[in-house]
């Protein structure tokens, strides 16, 4: 079976930055664009994660028996 085609670099920085990317980084070659998503979605996965992680942490200093509704207000 054959590999699938690389997703658009530019698609992906567009999905990344929930925006069209600047005229300047479009202006970069493909493999330059591809690297700056591929770093871009990395930074978001390590960040998203470095928040769940505190948030975790945060929430064992609240006594157990407010967590869950301390949790409802945080998180919605």
């Known amino acids: 079976?054959?590999?699938?085609?690389?997703p658009d670099p530019t698609e992906r920085l567009r999905?990344?930055?929930h925006a069209d990317p600047p005229a300047t980084v479009?202006?970069?070659p493909v493999e330059a664009r591809a690297?700056?998503?591929e770093l871009l979605e990395d930074a978001h996965r390590r960040q998203f994660q470095s928040l769940q992680q505190a948030f975790a942490a945060?929430?064992?200093h609240v006594p157990f028996p407010v967590r869950g509704i301390v949790k409802k207000v945080l998180m919605g």
């Open 15 to 17: 999905s990344v930055l």
């Open 35 to 37: 690297q700056l998503a």
């Open 58 to 60: 945060t929430l064992k």
């Open 1 to 6: 079976m054959p590999d699938a085609p690389a």
């Open 26 to 28: 479009l202006a970069l």
